[in-house]
């Protein structure tokens, strides 16, 4: 299940804050590659364009759709965001979310992730069932991985 596991947190870093897509200076897979370890199936990615403190931000730092592909053809099935979008705010055409759909991937997005370090956590975040929606909120809680014995 995409919105139950294991998942990532990364914190994204301070050169790649101002990459928007359909910029020149967008993220891409080999901006991604040396930053996540292997086999990651679930992504939550912190950046600095979080809507938590109620202001919505002018840009926020987006994946490139080929970025995506590439991920998916990995084993992503979900990926998170804080800000509030996957896409660029001035995207007239969804091509993040197109990508993630065609590659069997879900998205979150406006998750709360102040104050969570990078790293692995167990995903809870299961979809309300909405009919007629193409989206629906969830409730997204972060456990921290149990020590080991």
């Not at 993220?27 to 199936?41: K, Q, R, S």
């Not at 998170?80 to 055409?93: I, K, L």
């Amino acid at each position: 299940d995409a919105f139950r596991g294991a998942a990532y947190v990364l914190d994204l870093p301070e050169a790649l804050q101002s990459c928007a897509y359909p910029s020149e200076a967008c993220i891409e897979l080999e901006d991604l590659d040396p930053l996540l370890p292997a086999n990651v199936t679930r992504l939550l990615m912190r950046t600095d364009a979080s809507t938590a403190e109620g202001e919505f931000p002018a840009v926020w730092p987006s994946l490139t759709p080929a970025c995506v592909t590439a991920l998916c053809a990995r084993g992503l099935r979900l990926l998170g965001v804080d800000a509030p979008s996957v896409d660029p705010r001035e995207a007239t055409v969804l091509d993040t979310h197109r990508a993630l759909f065609e590659g069997g991937a879900y998205n979150l997005e406006n998750l709360d992730l102040r104050g969570v370090a990078e790293g692995w956590y167990e995903l809870v975040a299961y979809p309300l069932r909405l009919e007629g929606l193409d989206a629906a909120p969830v409730r997204a809680v972060l456990l921290a991985p149990e020590p080991e014995p």
